[in-house]
């Protein structure tokens, strides 16, 4: 049997389990709620029936001379309801009425007259001012002859002068139990052939066991000799790496949409101040604002250019199961370097970078995507840094990973945008301009991260601004 053929299989048959666990505790639940909704109707009925018999009850109790030609009546009429799969053709409800004592004066069905019902718990609850139902066997032998009752009190004065309880049948209702089984039933039969429909023209795209060996054996040679646990670590890698591209497969018509509709959104302003700033352009304009208009549209170019680019990056990565070339990424190289070549832009703002990150730390990775991911959270921290403050490049050993932390002394995040920052297109605006970048800086890292086996995160410091992490594999724990 293939790989494919037993992750089919498998697949199945936790869908099979899984349905046939739902259907049964559904099923098994079906009789309770059909005896809730028939009980909650019986609620109904007895206390109009109270409110009948009390407008007819003197002061010595009821009177059932009345409903007795009613019942005697309704009994006699024969109909024919349907009631979805169900002909009902006659009146099976029962009701008797007890005095205060809890002796029967009248039964419907006239079994039960002069007997005392005290005992009964629908009758002895409500004659104690509370609620009273019971569900009781007719026949003691014949578990299909049991019977739910209602009561309700029958007042005079503020006193309880007797009982009226309203009975029906269980088993008039296990039709309709067996209909809506025969449904779910249904239901079910079709979700697993749907669902065995859609393995079937998707399994060629659930696994592609050549793609992974490929890039299993590519890593391998690439990093040389490993132990065996490191290799199990990579592998394991792969495989979430597929899934999630398995997962993005499925729903790529959804995500894609998304992507659309975000990025219509994001290019709206920068063309609407296009178009704007190209109508008033056509018309005979000064010099000074014909170069503000010029500058303006330049400007929307390259803010549309910069989105492009980096949705392309994304994509790019998005894409990408493993990382092609690895090497040990010196940290105290990679954080100096990002410092040094940021640092004119930091001056022109008045911002202090500061790189403090000590000899030997490492990570096994592609320098130069870690490279642009510390560009972009120190390149961040610089934007919503005030001037004269500083930003401070860190990198310390925690555990088997490294921490490289990036911290600001701006106004920090605020709490409504912490769970949204690192998604696509969402962005704050700058403390100086007031303005918003492309809202893909994050995402660029957050993939970057995730590519590395670790985590991005961004949140603000005890004392003040906010601090980037990203926390990757230590090199010596990887191997």
């Known amino acids: 049997m293939s790989k494919r053929t037993r992750l089919f299989a ?19 639940d079906l009789d309770a709620r059909y005896r809730e909704s028939a009980e909650e109707s019986l609620v109904d009925v007895a206390h109009v029936l109270a409110a009948v018999i009390e407008d007819d009850m003197g002061s010595s109790g009821a009177d059932p001379s009345r409903l007795r030609r009613v019942f005697d009546a309704a009994y ?26 809890g002796r029967v004066v009248f039964d419907s069905l006239g ?23 019971r569900t009781s066997l007719e026949r003691p032998d014949d578990p299909d002859s049991a019977v739910m009752y209602v009561a309700a009190p029958l007042r005079s004065d503020g006193r309880i002068l007797g009982v009226v309880s309203v009975g029906k049948p269980v088993g008039a209702h296990r039709l309709f139990v067996a209909t809506a089984r025969q449904k779910l ?35 391998t040679r690439s990093e040389g000799t490993v132990r065996p646990s490191r290799l199990l670590r990579r592998a394991w890698s792969l495989l979430q790496a597929a899934f999630r591209e398995w997962r993005d497969t499925l729903a790529g018509r959804s995500y894609a949409e998304e992507y659309v509709q975000a990025l219509t959104h994001e290019l709206k302003s920068p063309l609407s101040a296009i178009r704007g700033a190209a109508e008033l352009l056509r018309e005979p304009v000064p010099d000074e604002p014909r170069q503000r208009f010029v500058a303006n549209i330049t400007e929307q170019v390259q803010r549309i250019q910069d989105l492009v680019d980096r949705l392309l990056q ?5 894409k990408r199961r493993t990382l092609d070339e690895l090497q040990p990424v010196r ?53 919503f840094s005030p001037r004269g403050a500083s930003v401070d490049v860190a990198a310390n050993l925690a555990g088997r990973d490294v921490e490289i932390s990036v911290r600001d002394r701006g106004p920090g995040v605020p709490d409504f945008a912490l769970d949204r920052v690192f998604e696509k297109f969402y962005s704050l605006r700058r403390p100086d301009t007031g303005k918003k ?20 995160a961004l949140g603000n410091h005890p004392e003040g601004g906010a601090v980037a992490t990203l926390r990757l594999p230590a090199f010596a724990a990887s191997r």
């Open 10 to 28: 498998a697949i199945l048959l936790i869908y099979l389990l899984g349905v046939a666990f739902l259907l049964y505790r559904v099923s098994t």
């Open 76 to 101: 006699r009429r024969r109909f024919a309801a349907q009631i979805f799969g169900l002909t009902k053709s006659r009146v099976d409800l029962r009701v008797y009425v007890t005095d205060a004592d």
């Open 111 to 133: 079994r039960h007259e002069g007997e005392n019902f005290h005992s009964w718990r629908d009758v002895s609850r409500t004659l104690q001012g509370e609620y009273g139902a």
């Open 185 to 219: 039933l249904a239901v079910g039969l079709v979700s697993v052939a749907s669902l065995l429909l859609l393995l079937v023209a998707l399994s060629v795209w659930i696994v592609r066991p050549l793609g992974l060996i490929a890039d299993f054996l590519r890593l």
């Open 314 to 318: 994304l994509a790019s990565l998005e």
């Open 331 to 383: 940290l105290r190289e990679l954080t100096d370097g990002v410092v040094a070549s940021l640092d004119p832009v930091a001056q022109v703002k008045g911002v202090a970078l500061q790189s403090r990150t000590p000899e030997g730390l490492a990570v096994w990775g592609d320098s130069f995507l870690l490279r642009q991911a510390l560009t972009n959270l120190v390149q961040n921290a610089i934007d």
């Open 437 to 456: 970048s492309t809202g893909l800086g994050l995402s660029f890292v957050r993939e970057i991260a995730q590519l590395h086996r670790g985590v991005a």
